[in-house]
């Protein structure tokens, strides 16, 4: 299973919305995909159709119990399409790891070994805490939303700097699989010129797929369904299957083969 950390610290840049749609779209596509809600908001759960009420095992579970990562994912409406939900208990799990020796590898243990699925996305909270060290502990690589704003780059270089710490401390082979665009809107000069600088300033690493403002992409979630599935042909949905594509062009080649 290839591990994917949907990251970024800066609040509501589309992270949930990223994992939510290319976990469908990947789904879609015939990959066997999980998504683990890392986040006590449990946007991730709830823009799954997975309500608070049926959450009787998630991610804390895992983090602080150590129940094995089998016995707490649960189906999703979507064939293929797997999810470990987030509850509001989650919040409390930053503290009680806190004197716990092995607090940043809890995810990536639960992880090793496990064979149900051939590609997960962790949807991380909007901080550098313990959760998002988790995730980034656990993952193979990290995706990251960046929303092109003004302040954008300037958070784009804590996230990288928390990057090289993870890097040298627990999980050597972390990669970046790309950055990418969000709530792109083509008549605000300002997002274009934040899009260009980012560009400039990280090549390659920006995907090419860009996921414009549409509203569809926020109405979906109090519907409880993915916006791919909500309203696949509106543009939204379209630039995460494009993303998607791109995203498969860039796994390791044996997995692209799957
Ligand atoms: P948080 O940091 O709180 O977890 P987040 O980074 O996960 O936030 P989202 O929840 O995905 O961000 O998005 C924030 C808000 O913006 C949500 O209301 C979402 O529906 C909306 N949104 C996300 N992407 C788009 C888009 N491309 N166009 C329009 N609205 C969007
Ligand atoms: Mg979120």
Known sequence: MITIAVANQKGGVGKTTTAINIATAMAATGWKTLLIDLDPQGNASTGMGVMAAD????????????????????????????????????????????????????????????????????????SLGLLTLNALGAADTLLVPLQCEFFALEGLSQLLQTVEQ????????????????????????????????????????????????????????SHGLPALIYDHNCAGSRAYMTLARELIGRLPERRKAA
């Open 55 to 126: 959450r009787e095992v998630s991610s804390y579970d895992i983090l602080v119990d150590e129940v094995s990562l089998r016995d707490c994912v649960s189906k999703t409406n979507i064939p293929g399409l797997d999810i470990v939900p987030a509850t509001v208990d989650l919040s409390g799990a930053e503290v009680e790891l806190v004197s716990v020796k092995d607090r940043t590898s809890r995810l990536s243990r639960a992880l090793a070994g496990h064979h149900g699925h051939e590609i997960c996305f962790i949807d991380c909270p909007p």
């Open 166 to 221: 993870v890097q040298q401390r627990f999980n050597p082979d972390l990669g970046i699989i790309g950055i990418v665009l969000t709530m792109f809107d083509r008549r605000n000069r300002l997002t274009d010129q934040v899009a260009d600088d980012v560009r400039d300033c990280l090549g390659d690493l920006v995907f090419e797929a860009v996921i414009p403002r549409n509203v569809r992409l926020s109405e979906a979630p």
